[in-house]
């Protein structure tokens, strides 16, 4: 059963950057596809960014490429999202997920339901 502890959020003007981690524990031979996802209010979960366990494949949402980027570090379950340029409607709640995946998968998971596990939550609000 893994854990995801995410950081980072915050609140900034719109422009600014902000940088969040999310690190999973669990055994170490464990092995996961990352992803984030956001909610914000009155609104329903919706994809970010993935990153498969091979770092170099990667998905975004229409709605923030080329103002975040998803990366991770390269043999362990930890995973950042750069972003960039950050606008007030990229207010939201960003969780963390991770999707359990056989070793060397190239596989992106862009559906929340295919993840297993999830972080808590960070806030990130951009103010105009």
């Known amino acids: 059963q893994a854990q995801l502890v995410e950081s980072g959020g915050g609140l900034v003007q719109a422009g600014a950057s902000l940088r969040l981690s999310c690190a999973a524990s669990?055994?170490?031979?464990?092995?996961?596809?990352m992803g984030w996802f956001r909610r914000s209010p009155g609104n329903e979960r919706e994809f970010v960014a993935a990153?498969?366990?091979?770092?170099?494949?990667?998905d975004s949402a229409d709605s923030v490429k080329g103002r975040f980027t998803i990366s991770r570090d390269d043999g362990i379950n930890k995973v950042y999202l750069q972003m960039n340029s950050l606008k007030p409607e990229d207010t939201a709640v960003y969780y963390c997920?991770?999707?359990?995946?056989?070793?060397?998968?190239?596989?992106?998971?862009?559906?929340?339901?295919?993840?297993?596990?999830w972080g808590q939550g960070t806030q990130v609000t951009v103010s105009s």
């Open positions: 990153v498969a366990w091979r770092g170099v494949y990667t």
């Open positions: 997920a991770a999707k359990s995946v056989a070793y060397y998968s190239s596989s992106v998971y862009t559906d929340a339901n295919a993840y297993d596990y």
């Open positions: 669990g055994r170490a031979s464990d092995l996961y596809a």
